[in-house]
C-alpha cells in the first residue's frame, strides 16, 4: 500500500481519499466525572464518491464517529482528515442528515428545499430550478407550496434529503435516515436516494442499524465492535449498479453478505 499526498489531498495507491481516519480515539466524561472510552484506535478510509455504510451494537460510537467526521465533536487523540483538511462544522461541502428532520414550520416544502443552499450563497434562480428538480426527483413537485405540518412522516424526510443533496455536497453524512419510515415508503426512498447519488458522484456515509439497507446500498460495510468501537472488519458488496433496492433481496449474494454480516453482530450484541 502506497499512501502519497498530491496537492494536500491524500491517496492511497493513486485512489483519491474524501476521508482518512487513522488512529481516532474519544472518551466522554460520565456525570460522576470518571471517563467513558467510546472509540478505540479506529482506522477508516473512504474513497471518493464510495458509498460506506457503518453498521455496529447500540452505544458503541457510530454517531461520535460521525460527529468527529463532521466536526461537531473535537478530535482527542488520532487525527480526521476530509478532503485532506481538518473536519470543519458548518462546511457547505459537507451535507449532514439525521433520522429525525427537522425541518423549519414557517417554511414550505420548497423554502425548505433551499435553506442549505441560501447558506451556501447559490443564487435565486439557479435555488429555485435545483430545488424543483429534486422535489421532482423525490416524488414531492406537487408539495411544493405546502408546509411540514400537512406532510407525512416519509414525505418530511423526503424534504429532508432533497434539501441535503441540492447543495451538490461533496461529502454526503447520513445517522440513520430511514429509521423512522414504514418499510414500504423505506424501500422508495432508497431507493431514490440510491438514483440520486449514482448522478451526483458523492462520497457517502451511512450510519444505518438495518443491515439490509447497508448491504443493499453500500461499496462496503464497515462492521465496529461493541464499546469502546473499534472497526471489527470491512466487508466489499461486489452487487453490481446500478441496483434496484426493491429486486435486491432475490440475489444469493446480498443474502450471503447480509447473513455473515449478522453472524459477525451478534457476537457483538451478546458482548454488550
Ligand atoms: N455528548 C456526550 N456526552 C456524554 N456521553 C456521550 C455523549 N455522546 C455520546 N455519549 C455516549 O457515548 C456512547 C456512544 O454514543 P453514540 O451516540 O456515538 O453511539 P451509537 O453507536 O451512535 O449508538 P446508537 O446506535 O444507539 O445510535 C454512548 O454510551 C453514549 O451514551
Ligand atoms: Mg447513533
Known sequence: ?????????????????AIEVRGLSHAFERPDGSSLEVLRHVDVSVPRGRFVAIVGPSGCGKTTLLNLVAGIEEVQ????????????????????????DALLPWRTVLGNTELAMELAGVGKVERRARAMALLEEV????????????????????VAIARTLAPHPELVLLDEPFSALDAQTKLLLQDAFCRLWGRLGATVVLITHDLGEAVALGDQVVLMTSRPGRIKRVFDVALPRPRSIVDLPSEPEYHRIVQELWAELREEVARR
Not at 7 to 15: E, T
Not at 77 to 100: D, I, K, M, T
Not at 139 to 158: D, I, K, T, V
Request: aromatic share 4%; net charge positive; hydrophobic share 40%.
Open 139 to 158: 416524488g414531492l413537485a406537487e408539495m411544493a407550496n405546502a408546509y411540514p405540518a400537512q406532510l407525512s412522516q416519509g414525505m418530511r424526510q423526503r
Open 1 to 17: 500500500m502506497t499512501v502519497e499526498v498530491t496537492a494536500g489531498v491524500p491517496a492511497v495507491d493513486g485512489v483519491t481519499l
Open 77 to 100: 487523540s488520532g487525527s480526521v482528515a476530509v478532503s485532506g483538511e481538518v473536519p470543519r462544522c458548518g462546511n457547505q461541502r459537507v451535507g449532514y442528515l439525521f433520522a429525525r
